[in-house]
């Protein structure tokens, strides 16, 4: 105390204070400042939130920094709607190394996506999650969206959205029972083998429409029976020769058979 | 040995057929004896009138069901309309007309089969006859008969005596055959001339004054196809595939426009797939190189049409740049100028050289340089 007080006279002592007393003003303002500063904190702990998830779920194949390894593609630029999409169906985080990450039950909540998302898109900006005025599919129309399904998806996906097989073990999904949100991602960000449709290519409104030819497919159903897969000549050819070839040897059993 | 258990055979030297296998000597018997037919077993129909009458009650019922089968399917038809749906388990909702029709007739034809085969099987004679066969050859005088009178009919209508008859039926048949033949190879349609050899990129077909097809060859803008949107080249993001045909073959996006006559043939040849790569993803070789020239900052134009039979190759992989054909898995390498690298294929993808136009669209550079599609005779 005396050693303090000895010296509060000393010339340094007035540009402590002053210091202090700037120190002091400035750390109050900064914990009550007015809300917005307050808003743009919490967007910043979900990119910190995002990137702690990133670090422990993710850097192993994608690398810290998100720029990739031998394991797994660099995620510069892929945007939020490829976290949405990749991380919201399952395909991600992969369960084991394969030629391609088959759909799977979510292991993440929406807020952890999102703050992946978050996190991603801000390494360096991608497609964000769409609007979900256009994912939903809602006014689309099915006709003209059956005309560009028909161009540019069935050749992989089948005209019915069976799926399909590709090269080396690789094949389009099946688009049943997909959430509209996902499809329309899958179209914008172009998931593993699949090329990139971006808005320029079909707008958000041609998404739209390719979503509700999908629904209507979906709940239209099969007016003429079993669809077996909607496969087309693989399956029906081999329900044909099975049980049509084994009722036809029946009858010719029953037929050449003696007695009554 | 156990010879001596069969006495008979033992003492003849045969073994006997109605004992089975047993060992023998060796030798075989000297001549076998024609088994004959097995006992005829009479059917129970053959012998009890009250089971004949249940076979009869039993066909009667088959070919009723028959008839309710085919009543059904009428029923089908009239009282519900296409939409009405119905649900039925392991099928989920069907439409109930398409149901009841494949039920109904279904059962009408199968009724009456089943109700004909029950019937031969009981009620129908089922003794085994043996018929001889008999030479099918006419007699020596039957034969010599059928000559003489074709002789004498040739002889009494002049025939052979008048060849100046024989020769203008002969004509006059031949000649009949003719109209047929040339209708035929008439209805076959025009020649081909060089369809095959041009598409749409060559330019809009037109008639010239040598009364031939001419085209005339005028940079078309490429768009997108169905919507008919031109594609700038700054849209067309890397790993990005558009499905693209030439401006004004089909109406533009306001819906005006489109060729009038044969739109689908030229669609069918004209149709190109449109994809961008990182540049340095092309492979070093002549073809990657010639790719890379050809296209605009990696975006390269391929023909769809497969080389092999001409299905359409949409199955572009963005990852390998693989370009798959789904009809026999032809499989096309982007990064090596579509060189073939798996299937029946047997020549790579024609590429349609880009560039772009003072407002950045992309549009064709030159038609293509060789004809798209399958191989055919005179291609060379």
Redesign the interface.
Known sequence: MNALASRRRHPAAIALLLLLGLFVTGGAYAALAPKPAVAAEASSDQIQQGKQLFLQNCATCHGIGALGTDEGPSLAGVGAAAVDFQMGTGRMPMAGPGIQAPRNVPSFDAEKIAAIGAYIQSLAPGPAVPDAKYTSGEGGDPGKGG??FR??CS??HNSAGAG?A???G?Y?PSLHNVDAKYIYEAMLT?P???????D??LSPE?KADVIAYLKTMHEE??????ALGSLGPVSEGLVAWIFGLGILIGAAY??GQK?? | MTTHEFPDADSAGVVRLDEGHHPGDGKMPAEFENPGLPPH?H???DHDEAGAKR?ERQVAGLFGLSMLGTIVAMVGYFAFSTEH?SWVP??????TT??LL?IGIGLGLLGIGLGA?HWA??LMPDEEVVEMRHPMRSSDEARAGFAEVMRDGGEKSQLFRRPLLKLSLGGAMGLFSLPLLVQLLGSLGPLPRNNLDVTFWDGHPHEGEDGKQHRTFEHPRLV????GIP??AA?????????VLPAGLLPNADGEGGLEHGQLEEKAKAAVLL?RLDPTEFQDTPGGKKAKEWGHDGIVAYSKICTHVGC?V???????H?L?C?CH?S?FDVTDDCKVI?GPAKRPLPQLKITVDDEGYLIAAQPFQEAVGPSFWERG
């Not at chain 1, 593993?192 to 971006?198: A, T, Y």
């Not at chain 2, 392991?90 to 439409?95: F, I, P, Q, T």
């Not at chain 2, 997108?224 to 919507?227: G, L």
């Not at chain 2, 849209?235 to 499905?243: E, F, L, N, P, Q």
């Open positions: 005309m560009i161009t540019n050749m992989c399909g590709l090269t080396r690789k389009a172009g593993q083998s699949m090329p990139v449709f971006n320029m290519n041609a159903g099969n007016p003429g029976g079993m029953w037929l007695g009554a | 077993v059917r129970m129909a076979a749906r392991g099928l989920g909702h069907v439409s398409n149901l494949g085969v099987k009981t997108t196809d169905p919507e594609i700038k849209d067309v993001t890397i790993g990005s595939v558009y499905h994809m359409p949409g199955l572009y992989e963005r990852t390998t693989h798959l789904p898995q499989t798996f």
